[in-house]
């Protein structure tokens, strides 16, 4: 003490003051709000490169029952039974499980608000039953085509495969009041339909196919097996045409249909597009 008191010093205890301490809280809020954006932006791109990722499975399933089935793409025909005016319908993926594809959740994106639908089709003895609840769904232009016959693509080519949409994320994303069960709303039987989405099966209801799940957009797998990023937003408040002149340009085959127009999404922005080149005209029988 006589020594502090000689030269003159005095302890002092180091300490924070409340404003320092509110100081430092501020910047750490700061921080925080300016990194959460980035790591939501992460994960988002984290689940779309996931999402991709079972796109590009999905065509190796795909071609693999190609080769083995004369050029057919996986296609269940409607059965009719004696009586029932209304078609049995399965989903196209059906015929995959279990030799091509042994896991029903490759089938899903976790972008999908109802993929966990998926998984609880597996049963007791690990056979996978699958459903209606695909997050991906098949273009209608091949799988309705005049009884499914654009789906034999070693018969029936497109101009450009690489462009040409074979899978995409599908919808409904959302529940349809009033017109859906507990499990959340259809998925088409797996089928991208290429309007707004009325149910391509006349069944009412349904809700808008186009979705937005990654971003502004979807992902597309093509028939070339390439995997395309598509913005949808601007799309969902479009009025829809039978004719785009980018489309068009293209070689969009819907936009060269003569006499019979037919109202489609054109995501010719990202130059894709459901079919490149005339639509064939289905075989005689």
């Keep these: 003490r006589r020594t502090k008191r000689h030269f003159g010093t005095r302890s002092v205890r180091a300490a924070f003051t409340l404003l320092e301490m509110l100081a430092v809280i501020a910047i750490i809020v700061v921080l925080v709000a300016m990194l959460l954006p980035s790591l939501g932006r992460s994960m988002e791109i984290a689940r779309s490169a996931v999402c991709k990722e079972h796109l590009r499975q999905i ?11 004369d050029g057919w793409l996986p296609y269940v025909p409607p059965q009719f039974s004696p009586g029932d005016p209304e078609p049995l319908r399965t989903p196209w993926f059906d015929v995959m499980f279990p030799t091509y594809l042994d896991d029903p959740m490759i089938l899903t994106c976790r972008e999908d608000p109802f993929w966990y639908r998926m998984d609880n ?23 309705l085509s005049e009884g499914g016959y654009l789906m034999n693509i070693d018969r029936y080519q497109p101009a450009r495969p690489l462009d040409t949409i074979l899978l995409a994320d599908a919808g409904p994303d959302l529940p349809i009041q009033g017109l859906n069960d507990e499990d959340g ?3 088409h039987f797996g089928v991208m339909v290429i309007n707004d989405s009325a149910d391509p099966f006349g069944e009412p209801g349904g809700g808008p196919s186009l979705t937005i799940r990654h971003g502004k957009g979807i992902n ?9 990023e598509i913005a949808t937003q601007p799309l969902m408040t479009s009025p829809l045409q039978s004719f785009y002149p980018s489309c068009a340009a293209g070689g969009c ?28 005209s289905p075989p005689t029988q």
């Design 59 to 69: 065509n190796i399933a795909v071609n693999t029952y190609r080769f083995d089935s």
């Design 185 to 187: 709303p259809k998925r």
């Design 121 to 143: 089709l597996r049963l007791g003895d690990g056979v996978p039953v699958p459903g209606d609840y695909s997050s991906y769904g098949i273009s209608a232009v091949h799988y």
């Design 253 to 280: 085959g819907l936009c060269e249909i003569e006499g019979a127009p037919v109202e489609h999404y054109s995501f010719a922005h990202n130059h894709t597009y459901w079919w490149t080149g005339k639509i064939p």
């Design 220 to 228: 597309a797998l093509t028939l070339g097996g390439a995997v395309r």
